[in-house]
Nanobody, 124 residues
Framework: QVQLVESGGGLVQAGGSLRLSCAAS????????MGWFRQAPGKERESVAS????????FYADSVKGRFTISRDTTKDTIYLKMNSLEPEDTAVYYC?????????????????WGQGTQVTVSS
C-alpha cells in the first residue's frame, strides 16, 4: 500500500520561505515521478512542480518558477518543495503525488497516489 505523508506547512509572512516534505512508503518511490499540487479555497487544484524518478528532470508551473524548487532524496524516500519569496496567492493546501511513470509532468491525471495535504498560509 502506497502512503504519502506531507509535512512542513504553516503560517508565514509574505516574502518568507517554507520547505515542505513528503515521505513516501510502499515501494513506490524508487521508480516513480513525484509532484506537488495545491488547491486554494474555492479554486481548482493546480500543479506546482514535478520531478522525475532520477531527479534529473524538473517541471514547474509558471507561477512558481524562480521561487520554488523541487528535490528528492532517494535515501530517505522523500521529496521536498522549497518555497521562497512566498506571496499571499501561494496560500493553499499543498498535496504530494506519486506517479507510476518515471517521468510525469504537471497534469494531475498522470498521478495515481495522493497525500492528505498540508496547509500553507501566507499573510500580507
Amino acid at each position: 500500500q502506497v502512503q504519502l505523508v506531507e509535512s512542513g506547512g504553516g503560517l508565514v509572512q509574505a516574502g518568507g520561505s517554507l520547505r515542505l516534505s513528503c515521505a513516501a512508503s510502499g515501494r513506490i518511490f524508487v521508480a516513480s515521478a513525484m509532484g506537488w499540487f495545491r488547491q486554494a479555497p474555492g479554486k481548482e487544484r493546480e500543479s506546482v512542480a514535478s520531478i522525475s524518478w532520477s531527479g534529473g528532470r524538473e517541471f514547474y508551473a509558471d507561477s512558481v518558477k524562480g521561487r520554488f524548487t523541487i528535490s528528492r532524496d532517494t535515501t530517505k524516500d522523500t521529496i521536498y518543495l522549497k518555497m521562497n519569496s512566498l506571496e499571499p496567492e501561494d496560500t493553499a493546501v499543498y498535496y504530494c503525488a506519486a506517479s507510476l511513470k518515471a517521468i510525469a509532468k504537471l497534469s494531475g491525471d498522470e498521478y495515481e497516489y495522493w497525500g492528505q495535504g498540508t496547509q500553507v498560509t501566507v499573510s500580507s
